[in-house]
């Protein structure tokens, strides 16, 4: 997983797709629901941790990008 899009398409796999229309709450549900594959032990110790980081790291940037344009 490098991208936003590989997780959703990863999350597809299991058959969540995830769309509210806010992205940083698309982002925090996605988080959610990773953090729920890996507590079930649906997904392994590597993918947690690389989809959270990702997901972090994208939501802090549109939390910047929010703060910015105040």
């Known amino acids: 997983m490098k991208t936003i899009y590989d997780i959703q398409q990863f999350l597809k796999r299991f ?4 769309y509210i229309g806010d992205r940083v709450a698309d982002l925090e549900l996605m988080e959610a629901e990773v953090k729920e594959l890996f507590q079930a032990q649906l ?11 990702l997901l972090r790291h994208e939501i802090q940037l549109e939390k910047e990008k929010t703060d910015h344009m105040r």
């Open 15 to 18: 058959g969540t797709i995830i």
């Open 43 to 53: 997904i392994e110790p590597r993918e947690y941790q690389t989809a959270l980081l």
